[in-house]
């Protein structure tokens, strides 16, 4: 479905772009035909520069990205749309993805306009109609209101019923429940889960570890930039290799905790920006020096980690 190749992403900082700042570090991962992959981080890990790489709304500074055999990273004009018919995103906060002066089902008839102009009305709203309908909305509760007449679980659920009308085969969903309340984050987890069954395949950015265990198949854990451990989520959550994850995981008295709120050791704060060094030694409990920068190693089958020492600490 899509591979992502050493892909890494620098940004130009300061008045004339001196300072270079590596947001997502030699990145490498695939995501197949139904399959959901959380991409789980801290803030600044470089999770949503990830999917906006993947969505073509950045460019890519080094590697490649390749959608069904096709090296998108820089497809333009008319590719770069028939891309867009296949791959998505959805985002955090749903309200803002709305114009509160008009109705909310105005941005299906945007897409109308961009993807299907020559689409009969009728046959349109019937599209409309089953996709609401495939995120569990009723058409007649939801079309024809204004944004503030409908719920933040609602109106995520639209942004999806429209990512769906592009018949698109993959989903980026960017914290897509971190600002929904409690019962219906419940209720958008499971409609990604009903359409992973039909074939959608899904990357679900989140810094919620609990959300990312309870959703995917496969897990990424990404720290300032770069992959420290990856694998089956089941493996990932009860067999954590590396150092952090471990960490994160005994951190988390209850697993729906948020990263931000409890404090990661500091060991000290030589060495960060040494580019030879694994991104995880300054705060790491068992690093030394032998501790370089770290290619993902195969620890077990499915089961992938940066850590050269890792079933030795
Ligand atoms: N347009 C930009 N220009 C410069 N730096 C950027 C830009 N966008 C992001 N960054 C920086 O890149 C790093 C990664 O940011 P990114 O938003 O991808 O992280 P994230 O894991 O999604 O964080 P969050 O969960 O807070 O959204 C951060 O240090 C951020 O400040």
Redesign the pocket.
């Known amino acids: 479905m899509i591979e992502l190749r050493n892909v890494s ?1 620098v ?3 300061g008045v004339f772009g001196a300072k270079k ?1 590596t ?2 570090d030699d990145v490498s991962f695939s995501i197949n035909n139904g399959e959901i992959v959380s991409l789980i ?12 790489m993947i969505l073509r709304l ?1 460019s890519i500074t080094n590697g490649e990205i390749h959608f069904n055999g096709q090296n998108i990273t820089n497809l333009k004009g008319k590719e770069l749309k028939e891309y867009y018919f296949k791959v998505q995103g959805v985002f ?1 906060d749903p309200f803002s993805s709305f114009n509160p002066i008009f109705k909310a089902d105005r941005v299906f008839s945007l897409l109308k306009s961009e993807f299907f102009p020559k689409l009969p009305e009728s046959q349109w709203q019937e599209k409309v109609i089953n996709s609401l309908e495939s995120v569990g909305l009723n058409p007649r509760t939801v079309l024809n209101k204004f944004p503030h007449q409908l719920s933040g679980g609602q109106l995520q659920r639209m942004l999806i019923a429209r990512a769906l009308l592009l018949d698109s085969k993959l989903l980026v969903a ?2 897509i429940i971190s600002m929904l309340d409690a019962s219906t984050r419940i209720d958008v987890l499971n409609i990604l889960a009903e359409l992973k069954k039909r074939g959608l395949s899904i990357l679900f ?1 989140t ?1 919620d570890l609990s959300l990312g265990y309870y959703v995917s198949d496969k897990s990424i854990i ?1 720290y300032r ?1 770069s992959i420290l451990e990856m694998g089956k989520t089941e493996l990932v959550f009860s067999n954590p290799l590396h150092p952090y994850t471990r960490m994160l995981l005994e951190s988390v008295p209850r697993l729906d905790k948020k990263w931000e709120s409890f404090e990661i050791p500091e060991r000290s704060i030589t060495g960060f920006f040494e580019n030879n060094r694994c991104k995880y030694y300054d705060r790491c409990l068992h690093a030394t020096d032998e501790c370089k920068k770290q290619e993902l190693i195969e620890a077990e089958p499915n089961h992938y980690v940066a850590c050269w020492r890792w079933n030795n600490v």
């Open positions: 992403k940004y130009s900082l700042l947001a997502v981080g801290e803030s600044g890990s470089g999770k949503t520069t990830i999917g906006r950045i955090q960017d914290e950015i810094h990404l930039g």
